[in-house]
C-alpha cells in the first residue's frame, strides 16, 4: 500500500521549487501602440503554433433585443473581406493544412487557428485584415442566419436539459444579460440582419478592445515582429466604451422553476447561487468558491459523492462547480441525478442536508491537502497542453484579470484555508439566495 | 491574397516528430513504443486490449462496460473511496474506457511519484475487487445513462442505426447493454469479462514522456504482467445489411437528426488513401467540404454536416451524421445524396484532390502536440498493424493518391443506391422507406 503522506510532503517540497516558476517563464506579454495586447507562451516541441485573437465584447454586451448578434457576427467574420472571398478565410487555412475556428462567449469572442509554426505570418495577416476590413452581403448573412437557428436547434431545442440551463439561467439574473442565451432568444436570432452584425462589428472590433494569444513553436521576438507588422498599422477606437452592464439587485427570495417536457426518461436537480467572480489583484475569494466547488462536488471523494451516492444512495450523480473567470458576478452550481425511486424531492432535501452540515464541519483536512496537492500537479500536466494554456490566458484577460492576476492564481488557491472556504459557502450557499430547477417528464393523467 | 497562398502550397518541410519512436521489449516480453521526451517530469501511458465490448456474451450485453467502470472502483486492499484517495494523493490521472473494439487505459503519472502510482494502476487492472456495493452503485450510473439515451434524438437515431445495419452481431447493440440486460448482470459476468478482455496477447502499449526504455520495461512487468495470457474469441467479421433508402423513427423534437452509411474500406487495402482523400473532398474536415458547402454554406439547412470512413475491427462502413428542422430534413438529405451520386458519376477536380493533399499533409504533424496525445496516436497504430516508419511515410502515400485513382476510387466504391439513413424525429416529406 502506498504511504501518501510521505510522498505528499516530498512532493509538495518539490514542486515549491522550479515547476511553477518554470510554467509562467514562457510566457512573455507586450502591448502595440495601438492598445492591442499579446501574450506570447513558447512551447518548442512540435513545430505548431496556436494563434488566437481575443476580443473584449461578447453577448452580454449585446444591445437589448439584439440576443445572439454576438455569437452571429462571430460565424460572420468567415464571409469574407476587401481582399477575401467568402469562406476564403477558412480554406487558406486548410490548404496550409491548419484548422480554425472561433467561439462566442458572454464576455468574450475568440478567433483562432492551428498551423504550422512557418505559416504565423499568413494567419495573422489574414486575421488582421478582418479584424477591420469586413464586408457582408446578404447572399451570405441570410443563409448563415438559417444556419445559427440550426445550430440552436441542435444545442437547445432538441435538448430539455439545455432548455432548463437556458430557463435557469433566466432565472438567476434578473437584470444582467447574463440571463440571455449566448446563442439567443430564437425571435430575436430570426430578425438579426446584416445593418446589426456591422454596426456591433464597428463598435467593438478593434485592436485596443482585442487580445493576442500565441502558443507554440515561436519565439518572442518573431511574434513581437510579426504582430506589429500585421496589427500594429490598425487604427485603433478612440470610442470604445467601458463595458458596464446593468448589475443584479440583491436577491430576497428564492426562485423555483420546473421544466416537464416529454423527452425527460432521467430526471434531475439544478442549484444555483449568485457569486462573486475573480477581481483583479483580490481573487481570494473566488480561489475559496473554487475549492469549494471541488471539496464538495469534484472526484469521487467529494463530499457530495461520499454522501449522496456512496452512504445514502440517493445520487447516481453530482456536480458543483464555479466559473469564477467571469467580468460580472457569475453562479455557483450544483446538480443532483437521483438515484431510481429516489424522488427531487428528496434529492433536493438531502442536497440540502448536506450543504448545511459542510458548512458546521467545514473540510476533511486530509481532502483539502490532496485537493491541493492536485492542483500543483495540474501545473505540471498543464505545459503539455500550450492551446489550454493560451486560451487560460485569453479568456482571464478579456474577464477583467491581467497576466499577473493569472499567474498569481495558482498560489492564491494554495493558501485558502478551510475557514475561508466554510466563511465563503456561508456567505454564497443562502437559500434564500438560491435558484433551484428540477427537469422532469410530464405528470401521467389517468 | 490568392496569389500569396499558391506560393505557399508546399509540403511542410518539418517531420511530424522531434522525438523518435523507440521500440521496447520488456525483460517479461511486453512490447510497447515508447518516445522519450524528458522536458516536463510526468509520462503519459496509453494501454489497450483489443476486443471490447464486442466481447460481450449475448446473455451479457454490458458485462465489459460495467467491468471497466468498476475497474477504479476499489482494488487489492483498497475499497473504492481509499483507492480514490490514494490515486488522488499521487495526482496520477487514471482513465478507463470501452470501444466496440477495445477497452482503453490511459494514466500520467508525475515522474516523482511514478513507482507509486504504477503499482496503483497495476491493482485497478490486475486485482480489482467488484465489490457489491460498487456494483450496484455503477450499475444505477449506467442505468440512468441508458435511461437518457432512450430519449435523446443523436443517441436514438445511432442505436436504431447500429441495429438495422449490424443485425445480430455484437456491434448491433449500444456498448452499456440494454436496461434488462445491466439489470441482470451478476458479479460473476463481470469477473468473467474481467478476465478475458483485460488480456496479455491482446495488449498494445506506448509511453510518452519523462521515462526511459530501462525504467519502462519493468514498470510494464509490474502492471501487466500478472494478467491472463488469453482472451475470448473475437467476433466475426460483421454481415452489413445496408438496403438503401430511408428508416424514420417517429419522435417529437423539432429537429430531426439523421445517420447514414454505405460500405467503407479496410485500412490495408490499397485503395485505402485513395478513398480517404476521397471522403475529405466529400464530407471530411472542417468548413471546406462539399457536403458543407452544399447542405450548410448555401443552403442554410444544418449547422454541420460530416462523413468519415469507420473502419473497425469486423466492419467498415462509409457513414455521416446531419441534423435539420424538421420541415428541411428532406431536402438536406436530398442534397447528401445528390452530392454522393454526383462525385460517384463525376469524380473529383485536380484542384480539389491538390488542395485536400495539402491539408492532409500539413494537419498531420499538427496532431502530435502533446505526450497524451502522442501516446494515443502511436497505441492506434499498433491496432492497426501499422510500424513506426508510417509517421515518416504517411504523407507519401497521401501524395501518392493520383486523380486517376481517386476517380476510379470514386466510380467503384461510391455507391448512393445503398446509401442508407436512418432518421429520428417529425421529418416532413421523407417517405420513409427501406429499400
Known sequence: MPKPSVWLFALAAWLSLPGIALAADNVTTFQLDNGMNVVMIEDTRAPVVTHMVWYRVGAADEPPGQSGIAHFLEHLMFKGTEKLEPGE???????????????????????????????????????????ANLRLTDDEVLP??????????????????????????????LNHPYGDPIIGWRQEMEELDR?????????????????????????????????????????????LLPRTRPQEPPQLAERRLTLRDARVSQPYLSRSYLAPERDSGAQEEAAALYLLAQVLGSGQ?????????????????????????????????????????????????????????????????????????????????????????????????????????????????????????????????????????????????? | MKHLVLSLVL?????????????????????????????????????????????????????????????EEGAGELGAQEFARARDSLAAKFSYNVSDDAVSVSAQMLTENRDEAAALLRSSLVAPRFDEDAIERVRGQVLSGLRSAQTDPRSMASRAFDSLVFGDHPYSGPIEGTTDSVEALSREYIVAAHETALTRERVYISAVGDITAEKLGPLLDKVLGDLPQEGAPLPAEADLNLPGGVQVEEFETPQSVAVFAQTGIKRDDPDFFATYVLNHILGGGGFESRLQTEVREKRGLTYGVYS?????????????????????????????????????????????????????????????????????????????????DYIANRNDMVEAVTLEQINRVARERVDPEKLTFVVVGQPEGLDGSIN
Do not use: C
Open chain 1, 89 to 131: 478565410f477558412s480554406s487558406v487555412v486548410a490548404r496550409n493544412g491548419g484548422s480554425d475556428n472561433a467561439f462566442t462567449s458572454q464576455d468574450y469572442t475568440a478567433y483562432f487557428q492551428r498551423i504550422a509554426a512557418d505559416r504565423l505570418g499568413l494567419v495573422m495577416g489574414m486575421e488582421a485584415d478582418r479584424m
Open chain 1, 144 to 173: 448563415e442566419r438559417d444556419v445559427i437557428l440550426e445550430e440552436r436547434n441542435q444545442r437547445v431545442e432538441n435538448s430539455p436539459s439545455a432548455l432548463l440551463r437556458e430557463q435557469h439561467s433566466a432565472a438567476q439574473y
Open chain 1, 195 to 239: 445593418a446589426a452584425a456591422l454596426d456591433f462589428y464597428e463598435t467593438h472590433y478593434a485592436p485596443n478592445n482585442a487580445v493576442l494569444v500565441v502558443a507554440g513553436d515561436a519565439s518572442p521576438d518573431e511574434v513581437r515582429k510579426l504582430a506589429e507588422k500585421h496589427y500594429g498599422g490598425i487604427e485603433p477606437n478612440p470610442d
Open chain 1, 301 to 446: 471523494t467529494s463530499v457530495l459523492n461520499q454522501r449522496l451516492q456512496i452512504e445514502d444512495n440517493i445520487a447516481v450523480q453530482v456536480g458543483a462547480w464555479y466559473s469564477g473567470t467571469s467580468l460580472d458576478d457569475t453562479t455557483f452550481n450544483l446538480a443532483v441525478v437521483p438515484a431510481a425511486g429516489v424522488t427531487l424531492q428528496q434529492a433536493e432535501e438531502a442536497l440540502d442536508d448536506v450543504l448545511t452540515e459542510f458548512v458546521e464541519t467545514g473540510p476533511d483536512a486530509e481532502h483539502l491537502n490532496r485537493i491541493k496537492m492536485q492542483l500543483r500537479a495540474e501545473e505540471i500536466y498543464d505545459r503539455d497542453d500550450a492551446s489550454a494554456l493560451a486560451r487560460r490566458y485569453g479568456q482571464a484577460l478579456t474577464s477583467g484579470l491581467t497576466v499577473e492576476d493569472v499567474q498569481a492564481w495558482p498560489d492564491i488557491l494554495q493558501d485558502v484555508t478551510a475557514e475561508q472556504i466554510v466563511a465563503a459557502a456561508e456567505r454564497v450557499l443562502d437559500p434564500q439566495k438560491s435558484v433551484t430547477g428540477q427537469l422532469l417528464a410530464p405528470e401521467v393523467t389517468q
Open chain 2, 11 to 71: 509540403m511542410l518541410a518539418a517531420a511530424p516528430l522531434h522525438a523518435e519512436i523507440e521500440e521496447v521489449t520488456s525483460p517479461g516480453g511486453f512490447d510497447a513504443w515508447l518516445v522519450e521526451d524528458h522536458s516536463i517530469p510526468f509520462v503519459a501511458l496509453e494501454i489497450r486490449f483489443r476486443g471490447g465490448a464486442s466481447l460481450d456474451a449475448p446473455d451479457a450485453q454490458g458485462a465489459t462496460n460495467l467491468m471497466v467502470g468498476l475497474l
Open chain 2, 308 to 388: 468519415y470512413l469507420s473502419d473497425k475491427d469486423a466492419a467498415q462502413l462509409w457513414a455521416g451524421s446531419v441534423s435539420s428542422a424538421n420541415d428541411s430534413i428532406a431536402e438536406a438529405i436530398r442534397v447528401i445524396r445528390d452530392e454522393w451520386a454526383r462525385i460517384g458519376d463525376e469524380g473529383v477536380t485536380e484542384e480539389e484532390l491538390r488542395d485536400a493533399k495539402t491539408y492532409l499533409t500539413g494537419a498531420y504533424p499538427l496532431r502530435f502536440d502533446g505526450n497524451s496525445q502522442i501516446a494515443n496516436i502511436a497505441v492506434g497504430m499498433q491496432m492497426d498493424g501499422l510500424s513506426p
